[in-house]
């Protein structure tokens, strides 16, 4: 199996901040990685997909980086509704694997 | 606008079973592949399985194998999860996702688009 290692695993900011999530494979996925946001009590949310593509609808101060095994996930001026649980997941091959989460909490 | 509503969990002894369902709207369900994916309490997402669109090509995670079976009937637009042989692990809100391909030039790249609400099961005596 593809191990998914996040870090941090939480994190506090302010509005306004520029954030940094990164999310590490444990070989190489080449693009194939995805990023979800989940808010308490919600289904998860797809943000990016294939490292770097935002979603439809998805705000543009989210971007997504990276290739191989080394990639971020990067909100670049937090609003309220960013502060969620935030979620790598590799689609290299099954089993389908996730980061552990970052936890991203208001300062 | 595209649905996925999951039914069917519950409490459940250990050793016991379920059926889990999803019941798809808004999109064309017999085109897409589907998959489940379960959040223990507190904890991360796990993938648990994968079938294809035509339901030929299934895939499980080692944790459920043997035990789960995931099926769909695409005249129904509903997706199902049978889960045998319950145990206190397997305590989870179970969610279905759509799942999305996009050609990239190198191949395809995989995403799971729209997901449900999802179900609670819990395994308990």
């Known amino acids: 199996d593809i191990q998914m290692t996040q870090s941090p695993s939480s994190l506090s900011a302010s509005v306004g901040d520029r954030v940094t999530i990164t999310c590490r494979a444990g070989?190489?996925?080449?693009?194939?990685l995805n990023w979800y946001q989940q808010k308490p009590g919600k289904a998860p949310r797809l943000l990016i997909y294939?490292?770097?593509i935002l979603q439809s609808g998805v705000p543009s101060r989210f971007s997504g980086s990276g290739s191989g095994t080394d990639f971020t996930l990067t909100i670049s001026s937090l609003q309220p509704e960013d502060f969620a649980s935030y979620y790598c997941q590799q689609s290299y091959g099954t089993p389908y694997t996730f980061g552990q989460g970052t936890k991203l909490e208001i300062k | 606008e595209v649905r996925l509503v999951e039914s069917g969990g519950g409490l459940v002894q250990p050793g016991g079973s379920l059926t889990l369902s999803c019941i798809s709207s808004g999109f064309t369900f017999s085109s897409y592949e589907m998959n489940w994916v379960r959040q223990a309490p507190g904890k991360g997402l796990e993938w648990v399985s994968y079938i294809s669109s035509s339901g030929t090509n299934i895939d499980y995670a080692d944790s459920v194998k043997g035990r789960f079976m995931i099926s769909r009937d695409n005249a129904k637009n509903s997706l199902f999860l049978q889960m045998n042989n319950l145990r206190a692990e397997d305590t989870a809100v179970y969610f279905c996702?759509?799942?999305?391909?996009?050609?990239?030039?190198?191949?395809?790249?995989?995403?799971?688009?729209?997901w449900g609400q999802g179900t609670l099961v819990t395994v308990s005596s």
């Open positions: 996702a759509r799942d999305k391909s996009y050609f990239d030039g190198d191949g395809y790249q995989y995403y799971f688009d729209f």
């Open positions: 070989q190489t996925i080449s693009t194939y």
């Open positions: 294939a490292a770097s």
